[in-house]
């Protein structure tokens, strides 16, 4: 305990001895808990096909030059001052 009455230190997070790999464990012949797979494999004629909507259509706009929208006027009227920058 520290000198403030906080607890500090101790074990650290995935200190010590780490776990070995389901590989080795079955070369050595010890026992590995396998989780099992439980997802299902579809087949294409299982599967149904959806139309999706049309998406929304964006018109594109040239980019002005930085020059351009730097030495603009701000909303409030005031000069924004980066083209003396």
Request: proline share 7%; hydrophobic share 35%; charged share 30%.
């Amino acid at each position: 305990m520290a000198k403030d009455g906080t607890n500090r230190g101790g074990r650290r997070i995935r200190a010590g001895v780490k776990p070995t790999p389901a590989a080795e464990k079955i070369q050595k012949g010890e026992s590995v808990n396998i989780l099992d797979n439980d997802i299902m494999t579809l087949t294409d004629d299982e599967l149904e096909a959806v139309n999706l909507p049309e998406g929304a259509t964006l018109d594109g706009v040239d980019m002005p030059k930085p020059g351009d929208y730097l030495s603009a006027r701000q909303k409030n009227g005031v000069p924004l001052g980066a083209d003396e920058i």
